[in-house]
């Protein structure tokens, strides 16, 4: 497989935005040092070493460097080719993936276990062990019920078009409530929505743990649910969803779903008016994938302006969950969060587009909503603020 990486003239434009590189400053740790590494590996003239191994895993696969290089060299798929070789030399991630698979190949039942095991806490402390107590640390509680579980359709009675939702596993199985919120704003604009059964993990997760034919399965049973469905648009609650059922699976299957959308593309031409938003002063952080995978930035911005809302400048960097990067790399992923934490001190609400971030800004902001677009959009047309 070709990756171009023989292109790279190592200007060093990629490390800019690097979020690893940013946190630990060395030249290993850009995007730059990866793909020296990456080369050579490819190449044939590197063997698997932990240091190799550290540090194509630790890449948190934002796509920033993809952006920035002059050349247009494909870091992230020159990664993705090398997790799949170097999956299993390391036994912790090796047991993770495994576990991951399982887990998101029947994801309602690990649902249920794990509120079971979240109820039992006290007797059994499951949530001690790795990586349960990893996920623990973030303070999640979960939902006593998934957001979807099998077909739902809400209808409207005069329907203008029909819209499908592409919850993702963090909206379905942790904050459904956004996924409600979605729904409700599209029911009240006159939309039927359906919530198709068989949408299964984006496949993402898997991708980042090398586990390709996995992501494969995903993508193939994903295309399966929503390719047949006769909707005006796919709505996405997660940028990195987005980003792999639309982009991602054109690489891993050659197709993907065209008309997939992020909710602030969808809710791009609402009317806002009359709208006295509180609290006020809100800064608005971008998921990395939004950024970097579906060049999303400026309409989340002029809906929150329109809506009223004192939006602050910010300075643009990764919140540090990176999906599984998280369980893996704690000290890392915590590190590059306190930069957000610091910069996002100023405001008295954040708002963002992706429930990860939502999660991992929520581990330490304790004192302030952090709430995702949809419900913020939601509020405004249910007091018919908006149309
Ligand atoms: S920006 Fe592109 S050409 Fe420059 S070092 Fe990075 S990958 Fe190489
Ligand atoms: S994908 Fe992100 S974390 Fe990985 S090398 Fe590129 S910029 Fe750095």
């Known amino acids: 497989m070709s990756f171009e990486l023989n292109l790279c003239v190592k200007c060093g434009s990629c490390k800019a935005l690097c979020p690893t590189y940013i946190e630990d400053v060395t030249e290993g740790m850009s995007a730059r040092g990866r793909v020296v590494l990456l080369e050579k ?3 044939g003239k590197l063997e698997p070493s932990k240091k190799l191994d550290e540090r194509i ?4 696969l934002c796509g920033a460097c993809n952006k920035l290089c002059p050349l247009g060299i494909n870091v992230t798929d020159a990664m993705y080719e090398a997790r799949n070789r170097l999956r299993d030399f390391n036994k912790k991630r090796r047991f993770l993936g495994l576990g991951i698979r399982l887990g998101l190949k029947k994801a309602s039942n690990s649902f249920r276990i794990l509120k079971f095991f979240e109820t039992i806490n006290e007797m059994l402390p499951v949530f001690r062990i790795y990586p349960f107590s990893a996920i623990k640390r973030m303070d999640v509680t979960l939902p006593d019920s998934a957001l979807r579980d099998g077909m739902s359709i809400f209808r409207v009675s005069k329907p ?4 499908a939702i592409f919850a993702g596993c ?9 996924g409600r919120s979605l729904i409700e704003s ?3 604009m006159n939309y ?3 919530l198709p059964k068989g949408e299964v993990c984006c496949g993402a997760p898997l991708m980042g743990l090398g586990r390709r034919e996995d992501a ?11 390719k047949k469905l006769n909707v005006e648009a796919v709505i996405g609650l997660c940028p990195t969803c987005i980003d792999s059922i639309k982009n991602g699976y054109r ?3 050659g197709d993907g779903i065209d008309n997939a959308v992020e909710v602030s593309q969808f809710f791009s031409k609402l009317q806002p008016s009359a709208f006295s938003p509180q609290p006020s002063k809100v800064i608005y952080h971008d998921p990395c994938h939004s950024i970097y995978g579906l060049d999303v930035s400026v309409e989340p911005r002029q809906i929150l302006r329109s809506m009223g809302f004192h939006l602050m400048d910010s300075e643009r960097g990764c919140c540090g969950f990176g999906g599984t990067f998280r369980l893996l790399y704690q000290e890392l992923s915590e590190g590059i969060l306190e930069k957000r934490i610091e910069e996002y001190k100023r405001a008295d609400m954040i708002v963002t587009s992706c429930p990860n971030c939502i999660l991992q800004l929520r581990s330490r902001i304790k004192d302030r909503p952090v709430r995702h677009i949809a419900e913020v959009i939601n509020e405004c047309i249910r007091i018919k603020a908006c149309n």
Do not use: K
């Open 41 to 43: 590996f490819h190449e």
């Open 57 to 60: 895993f630790s890449c948190m």
């Open 160 to 163: 203008r078009g029909r819209i």
């Open 170 to 178: 963090s909206v379905n199985f942790i904050y459904p409530n956004i």
């Open 186 to 188: 599209l029911n009240v």
């Open 192 to 194: 039927d929505v359906v």
């Open 216 to 226: 494969v399965e995903m993508a193939e049973r994903n295309m399966n649910a929503f």
């Open 251 to 253: 690489s891993l299957i």
